[in-house]
């Protein structure tokens, strides 16, 4: 199925990552560390989170799983757009129901959904939160200047929208701009300067494809 819908790159790198993990299960075997936390087991559970969700995010990014639900994660966001990490978290319980009725207790398997939960959030945020952006709707009796001065500065493409204005009944222009979520204090800087009264809204732009952000001005991709 994973050959079919995800193509052969995806399975080729699902072969290595399977083989991979098998691989280097069988090296650490050999080296022994007590790392004494069964007293502490939610810094087990956050840590083994952490790990997991790094490892797996990395894996996803480039396109590869481990063989497993993974791969129906990755089917259901590509036809259903719903994230990678809700789908292997909602697998995930359903294991953990079943393991407590076979040899898990009730504290272990609550500690364990914290380790899945902060896994899936990671593999998420590294899958789709890494480009991570804000829009902002700027209004004032300046755009123009405002529009150019974002031009120039911060080098971000800017779209004028004809809006109207229910309470003064007038039409005038309102700036839209995505801009990366580091220059964002930037633009307020801007916009401060030249319109104090400026009305702005910003809002969180989970991924961003386009000029930019993704390609540059000759259309060729960044590396991600």
């Known amino acids: 199925i994973g050959w079919k819908f995800l193509g052969r790159k995806s399975i080729f790198y699902t072969l290595i990552g399977t083989l991979s993990i098998s691989g280097w299960l069988a090296v650490f075997e050999n080296f022994h560390y007590e790392m004494p936390l069964t007293h502490d087991l939610m810094l087990a559970a956050l840590f083994a989170g952490v790990f997991a969700g790094v490892g797996l995010g990395i894996i996803f990014r480039f396109g590869g799983t481990t063989g497993g639900v993974d791969i129906i994660a990755h ?62 709707m700027i209004i004032s009796d300046h755009v123009s200047e405002i529009a150019e001065i974002i031009a120039k500065e911060l080098g971000r493409g800017v779209t004028l929208m004809r809006a109207h204005g229910y309470y003064r009944k007038t039409d005038r222009d309102v700036i839209y701009c995505v801009v990366g979520k580091n220059e964002i204090n930037q633009l307020k800087r801007v916009v401060s300067q030249v319109d104090p009264h400026a009305f702005v809204t910003v809002s969180v732009v989970q991924d961003v494809l386009g000029q930019g952000f993704t390609f540059d001005s000759n259309k060729i991709p960044f590396e991600r």
């Open 75 to 136: 089917l259901v966001k590509k036809y259903f757009h719903i994230s990678t990490g809700k789908t292997i978290f909602v697998f995930d319980v359903f294991v953990l129901i079943a393991s407590l009725v076979y040899y898990l207790d009730y504290k272990e398997a609550m500690y364990t959904l914290v380790a899945v939960f902060i896994a899936t959030r990671i593999i998420d945020f590294m899958n789709d939160g890494l480009y991570d952006a804000r829009c902002a």
